[in-house]
């Protein structure tokens, strides 16, 4: 159904050229190897058979794979326009330079290893996910670099669908638009996102991760900063005078609950952690990031630095400690119920390709985050990504395949519930 190596060999040629994005560069693009990687993409959409690709000077591409339904079917006309996204970027994270992948060919279940890093290893016994992709073919970089299967994967899988439907006008569908964006690693992507010029009625992102899985709600993310005011003073003569405002920050770090800090976290527990440390005798401040499923979560966890705030003060009170906390994103389960067909019809495209439909809850956020609040309802579908944004990411070209299949098939049912 699908050319599983053509789906290999796109996928390959993508995650060669590096597009790290650039945290806080103040363009987009945030890095030149986005605009390269987009107009490679923009040639193999139009080489695909997509109508209208536009390459944008901020590196987004859009496309139409135009309606191609009969005119006397029952649905002519009537379909909704289904959106498929993919980003460009990687994560900032880890490098993306001089990516060089590894092919495993039927993976025999064993502890995989890196040769540019022999410390590192994929260990199935502590990875299910892997442990389930038995047989499968596994790629993975050298350990030296990210793989870049986020969001390559996805792109690639939505060029391979592109490609199907050239090739096979008998598989019905309505109006499909396609959009490659950039910078979505650094939350820019989906914001600065034109809706009027994507032009869809609902959404997806080709973003998630194994066999079956559709994002259906995500984090709430909220980030703060701490911001503290010691009392500098000649350090000599500083007895009853001197306060170093980078050891109240650092007593206030301590106070931080090691329970909920990212290392010890799973499931739907909750999380903080900090960043962007930097201070001196005076001033010191930091970044803090709060994530909950439940936005009463994030009031709970505002309430432990509020009373962290006041431990510390009592300690130092001559100290100033100033906390504030601002949303960068939302649980977008409440959005979805406004139109239950986009998890509904991804559940039946799902089962009309084999798999299992597995509701998945994202421990971060997403695209599909923003496209919901912007008034676009979208969620997430699998690509079978692994380890993202880390020298362990691998990705199943399996679950790829599955993936583009399901594409397909969910462009197929819009269409038939339409009729």
Not at 80 to 108: C, M, Q
Not at 212 to 231: H, M
Request: proline residues 4%; aromatic residues 8%.
């Amino acid at each position: 159904m699908v050319s599983k190596d053509l789906l290999l060999e796109r996928f390959l040629r993508y995650v060669k050229i590096n597009t790290q994005v650039v945290p806080d560069a103040g363009k987009i693009p945030s890095s030149a190897g986005q605009f390269e990687l987009a107009k490679l993409v923009a040639d193999d959409l139009k080489s695909a058979g997509v109508k209208n690709v536009t390459l944008k000077e901020n590196a987004f591409i859009y496309g139409t794979i135009p309606e191609n339904l009969p005119k006397k079917h029952p649905a002519k006309g009537k379909v909704p326009v289904v959106g498929f996204l993919a980003h460009l970027d990687t994560a900032a994270e880890v490098s993306g330079e001089n990516v060089k992948p590894r092919i495993i060919k039927k993976y025999n279940g064993e502890k995989i290893t890196f040769s540019g890093n022999p410390e590192l290893t994929l260990d199935p016994s502590e990875n299910h996910v892997l442990a389930e992709c038995k047989g499968h073919t596994i790629i993975t970089a050298d350990g030296m670099t990210l793989l870049g299967g986020d969001d390559k994967a996805g792109i690639a899988a939505i060029v391979e669908m592109a490609e199907y439907f050239d090739k096979h006008p008998e598989a019905l569908h309505g109006k499909i638009r396609i959009c490659i964006i950039a910078d979505e690693e650094v939350g820019v992507g989906a914001d600065v996102l034109d809706l009027k010029e994507f032009g869809a009625d609902v959404a997806y992102t080709v973003d998630g991760g194994g066999f079956g899985e559709i994002d259906v709600e995500s984090f709430n993310g909220f980030k703060g900063k701490v911001a503290v005011k010691g009392i500098a003073a000649f350090p000599g003569y500083g007895k009853g005078v001197y306060l170093n405002a980078s050891k109240v920050l650092s007593e206030f770090i301590i106070k931080m609950d090691d329970s909920l800090w990212p290392e010890n976290c799973e499931k739907r527990q909750p999380i903080w952690w900090i960043d962007e440390v930097k201070g001196s005798t005076a001033d010191a401040e930091m970044a803090v990031y709060l994530r909950n499923f439940d936005l009463s979560g994030i009031e709970d966890q505002k309430k432990l630095l509020d009373n962290i705030k006041t431990a510390t003060l009592k300690k130092y009170p001559k100290a100033k400690i100033d906390i504030n906390i601002s949303e960068t994103y939302k649980n977008y389960r409440l959005e979805l119920d406004k139109d239950k067909r986009v998890v509904e019809y991804a559940e039946e495209a799902t089962r009309r390709i084999g798999l299992k439909p597995i509701h998945n809850y994202v421990r971060g956020g997403n695209d599909s985050c923003h496209l919901c609040f912007k008034g676009l309802i979208s969620t997430n579908l699998f690509i079978g990504m692994d380890q993202m944004h880390s020298l362990r990411e691998w990705i199943s070209l399996d679950v790829m395949e599955k993936a583009v299949e399901n594409l397909i098939a969910l462009a197929g049912v819009w269409a038939e519930k339409a009729s």
